[in-house]
């Protein structure tokens, strides 16, 4: 069975801080995808990125990084130079393909990690 | 504008009373999934379709039905709704294959007297 494990329940930050949102999984498949969700006050998902397994090349996307880490079991995210508008809750969600024959597709959530900016 | 659309966005009903929320894509996309959220419980999958026709059970299929008869809708049913399934509810597409990047709905709130 997969699982993830978002430790951080809460962060605060102030405006301009740098934080880094912490995930680590679990699976015993060789090849799965790791995915980082974002859920603004307003209750949508917005996909953020994806990464499978064998790609261990970290990646920048703005204010946004994510480092993978195989040997930890690791796919953190950091926002650089925080915002008021990043403050949202953010989940880390791992797929394995075709797991075990049923769920197919199936996306396993962290608990995901509510930030809070403050400016 | 590419997107996942869920009518309706808000619902309050009562115990029994069968109702539909629909979900409905306009990427061609083949996947087609149901989620809920609760507190303390987070996202579980309920329902999934690999394409038009073939559907499956999530995680948590007691008390739900879906139908795919066309490739952009998959409209979740609760035939009896009951307080328990008082819930966030989120529908999400992607392109079939390994790993695709799946894209949600806006979410709809249900809430179950």
């Known amino acids: 069975a997969q699982k993830v494990t978002q430790a951080q329940t809460e962060i605060s930050v102030v405006e301009k801080e740098d934080v880094t949102l912490d995930c680590v999984y679990e699976?015993?498949?060789?090849?799965?995808?790791l995915f980082w969700y974002k859920q603004p006050p307003s209750g949508e998902l917005v996909f953020l990125i994806r990464?499978?397994?064998?790609?261990?090349q970290n990646e920048i996307s703005g204010r946004y990084s994510w480092n993978f880490q195989k040997s930890t079991s690791s796919f953190n995210f950091t926002i650089t130079a925080s915002q008021v508008v990043d403050s949202a809750v953010y989940f880390c969600a791992l797929t394995v393909p075709n797991a075990g024959g049923t769920s197919y597709g199936k996306l396993t959530f962290g608990q995901g990690t509510i930030l809070t900016v403050h400016p | 504008e590419a997107q996942v659309t869920q009518n309706p966005r808000y619902l309050i009903t009562v115990t029994g009373k069968k109702l539909t929320v629909t979900c409905s894509q306009n990427?061609?996309?083949?996947?087609m999934s149901w989620y809920r959220q609760d507190p303390g419980l987070g996202l579980r999958q309920i329902y999934y379709?690999?394409?038009?026709?073939v559907t499956d059970k999530g995680d948590v299929p007691e008390g739900y039905k879906v139908s795919r008869k066309e490739k952009r809708n998959f409209p979740l049913i609760l035939e009896s709704p009951s307080p328990n399934q008082t819930s966030l509810y989120f529908c999400?597409?992607?392109?079939w294959g390994e790993g695709r990047e799946q894209y949600f709905g806006p979410g709809t709130r249900l809430t179950v007297t």
């Open positions: 990464r499978n397994s064998f790609d261990e």
């Open positions: 699976t015993r498949d060789t090849t799965y995808y």
């Open positions: 990427m061609n996309h083949e996947y």
């Open positions: 379709s690999m394409n038009v026709e």
């Open positions: 999400a597409s992607s392109f």
